[in-house]
């Protein structure tokens, strides 16, 4: 099957059970849409590929980091699992492409939703797994996900961003910033939230999540960006 030929390519591996990548890349609105058998969404594999890709990452952040405390080590470990650099490792890869959706979630730009691709992403770590086993998916996730630790430590990005947005809010400003909910869509089996960051009642940024604590942290760090207090240097920020 030449579906996957350029992701073979581009992440050095060869598909045994292309049916297991193709479940992968199938979103939930997809199988509502088309209940034939043998369609199943990316749920499951989702699960496993979180997993696997936590296992992964707390066995390179204990041989790697020996001087580093466990809180340390959970702070990078969540940095490197969360939703929006998972979606940016799914971005670099293309995997939009890959997606099976449903009509109106493909209208909907269901291809770009960070969210979908971060699941995905995870989903096809799970299908590694599966299909070529452990080895290769701790390769894969060196490569794509792990690789990028010395950046996000140094750019401060493995410091969770409400914390850092109220950190600097009170400390810049005086006032400690507030979440409310700006949309709730979705069944209740794949919601999808839209928080919005406020200081002074003044909507600061938005940000989107699977669930209510990702949505305010997505909104916290795209704060943090418009604000221009996402670098180590802010000395000329607002």
Known sequence: ????KDLEKSIDIKFKDEKIYIDAFTHRSYTNEHRTPGVVDNERLEFL????LELVSTKHLYNNYP??????????????????HLAEVAVNLNLGKYLRLSHGEERSGGREKGYILANALEAMIGAIYLDRGYP??????????LSHLDGIINRGLHIDSKS?????SQEKLQVTPVYKIIAEEGPDHDKKFTMGAYINDELVATGEGSSKQ???DQAAHNALI???WNTKDMNHAE
Do not use: H, P, Y
């Open 1 to 4: 099957m030449k579906l996957f």
């Open 49 to 52: 590929g979180d997993a696997v």
């Open 67 to 84: 001087d580093q405390d466990e809180g340390k080590m959970t702070s990078f470990r969540s940095a490197l699992v969360k939703g929006q």
């Open 136 to 145: 290769f998916a701790e390769k894969f996730i060196q490569q794509n996900i």
């Open 164 to 168: 850092k947005f109220q950190e600097l």
């Open 214 to 216: 990702k949505a305010e």
């Open 226 to 228: 418009k604000k221009g």
